[in-house]
């Protein structure tokens, strides 16, 4: 379960998806077109450093 969600760009397909996170990791994703991320790429898609945009507002 996370302790807070964000928007950030999917590395997918580009668009708006939710990524859950806990302890400043993020551990959960969710993207309207189901694009897949596998639960070890989560870190290296969105952890620190990742150069991925946030959507705020969303």
């Known amino acids: 379960m996370s302790e807070r969600v ?3 760009t999917c590395p997918g397909c580009r668009r ?3 990524v859950g996170w806990l302890d ?3 551990v ?3 993207c309207p077109r189901e694009c897949p991320v596998p639960a ?3 870190r290296a898609a969105f952890g620190p450093g990742h ?5 705020p507002g969303r």
């Open 6 to 8: 964000t928007w950030e």
């Open 16 to 18: 708006p998806a939710a």
């Open 51 to 55: 150069g991925g945009s946030h959507h």
């Open 28 to 30: 959960e994703f969710d």
């Open 40 to 42: 070890g790429g989560l």
């Open 24 to 26: 400043g990791d993020p």
